[in-house]
């Protein structure tokens, strides 16, 4: 495994923080995690190329395992070898449940 696990909270305390949301886009649209991108998993294969490359990417869906799947996928692309990636366990339904906020929209912010 070339990626790691983080939990809701551990990604409500950073700041700044570069979040890709692989739900699908009307997922994404009724509420997201503020600033993430939306990068469905359906398409990752032929649109992983536009994700910007960075040195820790946090990896989001519903519940963890759509996530668990892209980072997969996207730490095995040489274009992310600096790159880690995060798997948010719980998802954007332990983000509500925990109280965090979220927007709606196919906007990340």
């Known amino acids: 495994m070339n990626w790691t696990e983080a939990t809701v909270a551990d990604l409500a305390n950073l700041e700044g923080a570069y979040i890709i949301d692989v739900r699908e886009s009307s997922e994404y649209t009724e509420g997201h995690i503020p600033n993430a991108v939306n990068v469905p998993l359906s398409g990752l294969t032929e649109s ?16 963890g395992g ?28 332990a983000w509500i449940i925990e109280g965090n906020e979220v927007v709606s929209g196919d906007q990340p912010a």
């Open 48 to 63: 992983f190329e536009f994700i910007d490359t960075q040195d820790v990417v946090y990896v989001v869906c519903q519940v």
């Open 66 to 93: 759509r996530s668990a799947r892209a980072c997969e996928f996207l730490s095995q692309q040489t274009r992310f070898d600096n790159s880690q990636f995060i798997n948010v366990l719980g998802g954007t339904a």
